[in-house]
């Protein structure tokens, strides 16, 4: 049997109650809705936009990089680094300023630190390998480590022992890490921390007996126990 509505029911129908009332909600706040939906299509396309654009700066400094890495290879590192005036080619140092934000850009940072290291310019490597954003886990391990080796070379010893230990402990793994620490450990050995040396050789010998650093850390605990 069909159900007979009333007419306050037929007046109060749930579902034109809700449109009344969203309608009435609209029109009270066109103002701030219409602003609300303005700002929402605008962050939208510049997002849009960023993400084109930073996928065009990554493509370009890649194509950079790339003749860059030629020139690396040859081992002509000042073209490496400064570009092919008569190609028109950038060189490391132009592609890690202006292209910072992208992947390649990065990696030209890493490569120029490099290149000056071979020309033995230690002092314009640090600078550029400060600027380098070391990859996590194993890949990481080498470019920490350098940037240990360039401290020591610059004479900050503190730095570099510590920066040994940060690339120790960067992906702990029976390879890295007992190098990095041995290294630590010989850089407080020419700051005369031997509280220091004794603790990370210790861990060496302990952590990792099977290591040829162990053996050489055997060999250090004694030199110093001799003096």
């Not at 230990?165 to 960067?170: G, I, Q, R, T």
Request: hydrophobic content about 35%; glycine content about 6%.
């Amino acid at each position: 049997m069909t159900k007979k509505f009333t007419k306050e029911e037929l007046e109060h129908d749930p579902l034109l109650d809700k449109y009344v009332k969203t309608v009435s909600f609209f029109n009270a706040n066109r103002t701030m809705i219409l602003s609300l939906t303005v700002t929402l299509i605008v962050v939208i396309g510049v997002l849009i936009g960023y993400r084109f654009y930073a996928e065009g700066q990554e493509q370009e400094a890649q194509n950079y990089l790339a003749a860059a890495e030629q020139s690396y290879s040859a081992s002509d590192y000042q073209t490496a680094l400064n570009g092919d005036e008569y190609t028109l080619s950038y060189g490391f140092i132009a592609i890690a300023n202006e292209y910072s934000g992208t992947n390649a850009g990065n990696l030209a940072a890493y490569y120029a630190s490099v290149s000056y290291f071979k020309m033995d310019n230690y002092e314009e490597a640090l600078g550029y390998i400060q600027e380098y954003k070391h990859p996590k886990g194993i890949m990481g391990v080498g470019s920490v480590s350098f940037h240990a080796t360039l401290l020591k070379l610059n004479g900050s010893l503190e730095k570099a022992a510590k920066k040994y230990e940060e690339a120790a402990n960067w992906d702990k793994n029976d390879s890295t890490t007992p190098f990095n620490l041995l290294k630590a450990a010989n850089v407080y050995k020419e700051l005369g921390n031997m509280e220091k040396i004794s603790s990370i050789t210790s861990t060496i010998i302990e952590e990792y007996p099977d290591s040829p650093e162990a053996t050489n850390s055997r060999k250090l605990q004694g030199t110093l126990a001799a003096n």
